[in-house]
């Protein structure tokens, strides 16, 4: 089997710990003009938070209404303060370290994730987060999705694969903990591809994988191309083929964050299987112990 998040984090803090996803205010250097607009091809207007709380009151409040919502499944546990929609390092340093600093202040908080691009990385913002790693542990999470250079212009990416092996070398070399996220069915990808992406991803040292299914959501550039027959969904029996051949790639202290991704229900297009969370879940824990 592979190292589950739980399970790291039981091991990390001894105790259930529950990610609690905060909205920043950020924007993205792919949506406001500076790479382009509109963000990649998969993105929603939420930029991949669509179970984030909406910016609305301070960090401190939106803990705690994100708190109460998994309170009841979460007895006596702590919790991870998890920065997740759009690019949450495309700030200047004062502001990202009064915010990061303002979001693990609370006892209950016992570490910090932050989901942005490798692209906005740099040594300065490397150094900050250092800083907060010493009060707090934090973890980045870079979303990579692929190292082949011409899936990732189709899917407006915005930067060479470079980019993110140079951003976990600086983040690495700075003590912290990197998490990588890789899309499964990207248009053109087949199996061997996706697993050369795993295999790079191992050898760049990260610390961490999160696995995405490509679904598609309502109202983003990929549903248009869906809608012209452009793009095939994968089936569940394929995606867990897939997901098994990749996770058989990672050492054994690689953590896997996620073995799917799923879209707000009443926003997804396709593959519809994918709505059906549990089920999902259940198929793929017991394929992968065959």
Known sequence: MYMSLNQHYREKFGCKVYK????????????????????????????????????????????????????????????????????????????????????????????????????????????????????????????????????????RRGYKTEVYFEAVKLLKSYGIEVVTHIIIGLPGEDTEMIAETVKQVVNAGSDGVKFHLLHIIR????????????????TLEEYAEILKKCISLLPKDTVVHRITGDGAKKDLIAPMWSADKKNVLNFLHKFLEQ
């Open 20 to 155: 609690l996803s905060l909205d920043g205010g950020f924007t993205c250097p792919n949506r406001d003009g500076t790479l382009g607009y509109g963000g990649c091809i998969f993105c929603s207007g939420k930029g991949s938070g669509d179970f984030a709380e909406l910016k609305q009151g301070s960090i401190e409040e939106q803990l705690e209404k994100a708190k109460l919502k998994v309170a009841s499944k979460n007895k006596g546990g702590k919790y991870i303060a998890y920065f997740q929609s759009f690019s949450n390092t495309y700030a200047k340093c004062d502001k990202l370290q009064k915010l990061f600093l303002e979001a693990i202040k609370p006892d209950y908080i016992v570490g910090l994730a932050i989901g942005t691009r490798p692209d906005c990385i740099d040594k300065e913002k490397s150094e900050m987060l250092s800083r907060v790693n010493k009060i707090k542990p934090v973890s980045v999470e870079l979303g990579l999705q692929t190292v082949h250079e011409k899936t990732a212009e189709y899917i």
């Open 219 to 234: 109202g983003t550039d990929l549903e248009k191309e869906y809608l012209r027959g452009k793009i095939k969904c994968l």
